[in-house]
């Protein structure tokens, strides 16, 4: 609707100013993505995620927190399809960059260890999800504490 539209416009207008390579247009791309994935046009989503994944890397470059949420997302599409293994390898490669940004104690990095877990537990491999899901804990012991709600 009305969002989408809204969106469209703002990306011209930041292509207009700014051309393809700028952080503004790969944000709205990566916006109108969201958009387009929760309406459930998943193929477009791609699309849209695969563009500002190419423009993040340009010029934030891999190891940025943009470019491991562009990832993310787009592993987000790809489990929502079924497609467990290409979700899991977009899943690894934003805890890696979550890694080398923030280290292993951070919230960003138990949230990539709890969505990879998922999707070993979804293909039924409950040893490596309860890994996954432990070290997740772990880390929100850490750095939240046992009576945090997100513990």
Same mark, same amino acid.
């Given at each position: !609707?009305?969002?989408? $539209? ?6 011209? @207008?930041? $292509?207009? *100013?700014?051309?393809? =390579?700028? %952080? ?6 990566? #916006?109108?993505?969201?958009? *387009?994935?929760?309406? !459930?046009?998943?193929?477009?989503? *791609? +699309? ?6 190419? @423009? ?8 940025? %927190? ?6 993310? #997302?787009?592993? %987000? ?19 890696? @960059?979550? *890694?080398?940004?923030?280290? +292993? ?13 998922? @999707?070993?537990?979804? =293909? ?9 899901? $432990? ?10 504490? $046992? ?5």
């Amino acid at each position: !609707g009305k969002a989408l $539209e809204h969106y469209g416009r703002a990306l011209k @207008i930041y $292509e207009a *100013l700014h051309g393809e =390579q700028h %952080v503004d247009t790969a944000g709205t791309l990566h #916006n109108i993505a969201l958009i *387009l994935a929760a309406q !459930g046009d998943f193929g477009k989503a *791609l +699309e849209h995620y695969e563009r500002a994944l190419r @423009i993040r890397q340009e010029v934030v470059g891999e190891q940025h %927190v943009d470019t491991a949420s562009t990832y993310n #997302n787009m592993a %987000v599409v790809y489990k929502t399809q079924g497609d467990y293994s290409k979700a899991l390898e977009f899943y690894q490669r934003a805890l890696a @960059i979550k *890694l080398a940004v923030h280290g +292993e104690e951070h919230e960003g990095t138990a949230t990539a260890y709890h969505n990879m877990a998922a @999707i070993y537990k979804a =293909q039924g491999d409950n040893n490596k999800a309860l890994e996954l899901y $432990e070290r997740a804990l772990k880390i929100k012991l850490a750095t939240h504490g $046992e009576q945090h709600p997100d513990t």
